[in-house]
């Protein structure tokens, strides 16, 4: 949509997404710099079906750059597959890339006396039945919800879903429950909602941890998501002993979903499982030594 860029031949570009990689690929033909810096938020091709898309994502990772990875999860993906900057080995690799942790949504956790003080069991889940966040799983995570049911987890609790781009509407899980799809409100409405809940069910077919499990953790929530390689259940347990990552088949979620709702009555343990290890702040995301970091990257 631009006539053009001025630019110097000592400049550098920054690409967040994989179209964007292909034109900063361009753009640095006629400068000096070889390199851009690649924010690699996903591994991109695992976002669409197996088509054009996926094919010049993937391609995006062979260009000339340097990385700044979101997760050390992902970062190990790439380097377990010898991708991008990882191709030439693990020591070019680490040498041409950075991890960073993506702050979540900060939420005061509450206490254990708030948690056994509660009327109702509630139960949200992070469903996004929209094609663009297949990755998401919406379809596997309400079967795992009619397995559980079925089983006898989850009766009479309040089951509510966030996520979708579309206004409220009941879906049926069969039993006589329903889940609730509400929209998603502003970051300080969604950090209270949070707050309110007992059991998270948050899932992502990625290597990406994704940022919902971890804020459903931070606000004390037992929290059922998946695994993905060398996203294990040890790596998840490791962010927070508030998440449960089982494989991510029905059988599994649903599994993990009736364990998690038959433990959510240990409140002392909820509320440790709340001190995620994780970035609460982009302070602390982008550190002045990471940023320093970045700096290094951005004159390879």
């Known amino acids: ?3 053009g860029l001025e630019a110097s031949r000592g400049d550098t570009f920054i690409a967040t997404t994989w179209w964007t990689a292909h034109i900063a690929r361009a753009a640095l033909s006629g400068l000096d710099r070889e390199r851009f810096l690649y924010l690699i938020q996903e591994y991109e091709p695992f976002t669409f079906p197996m088509g054009t898309y996926a094919a010049l994502a993937a391609e995006s990772y062979t260009f000339p750059h340097t990385a ?3 997760t050390e999860l992902l970062r190990g993906y790439f380097r377990a597959h010898e991708i991008g900057v990882f191709a030439e080995g693990e020591r070019a690799g680490r040498d041409r890339s950075e991890g960073f942790e993506n702050a979540i949504t900060a939420v005061t956790p509450p206490e254990a006396g708030e948690l056994a003080g509660r009327a109702s069991r509630r139960l949200l889940f992070y469903g996004r039945p929209e094609a663009h966040a297949s990755r998401n799983m919406f379809e596997l995570g309400v079967l795992a919800l009619r397995s559980a049911l ?3 987890a989850l009766r009479g609790w309040e089951l509510h879903g966030i996520g979708s781009v579309g206004g409220r509407r009941t879906l049926s899980l069969g039993r006589g429950a329903e889940l609730q799809m509400v929209p998603r409100s502003d970051q300080s409405a969604y950090a209270e909602l ?3 809940q007992d059991l998270g069910l948050a899932l992502m077919y990625t290597p990406h941890p994704s940022l919902v499990p971890i804020e459903m953790a931070s606000a004390g929530m037992l929290t059922v998501t998946n695994s993905f390689e060398n996203k294990t259940e040890e790596a998840m347990r490791a962010i927070s002993t508030n998440l449960i990552a089982p494989e991510p088949t029905v059988a599994g979620v649903a599994a ?3 364990r998690a709702a038959a433990s959510v009555s240990d409140y002392e343990a909820r509320v440790c499982g ?10 602390q995301s982008f550190s002045t030594a990471l940023l320093d970091q970045i700096a290094r990257l951005l004159e390879l």
């Open 1 to 3: 949509e631009s006539h």
């Open 68 to 70: 700044l990875f979101s």
């Open 150 to 152: 079925r089983d006898g």
């Open 194 to 196: 949070l707050r309110g």
């Open 256 to 258: 993990a979903l009736t």
């Open 274 to 283: 709340a001190q995620v290890n994780w970035s609460r702040s982009w302070e």
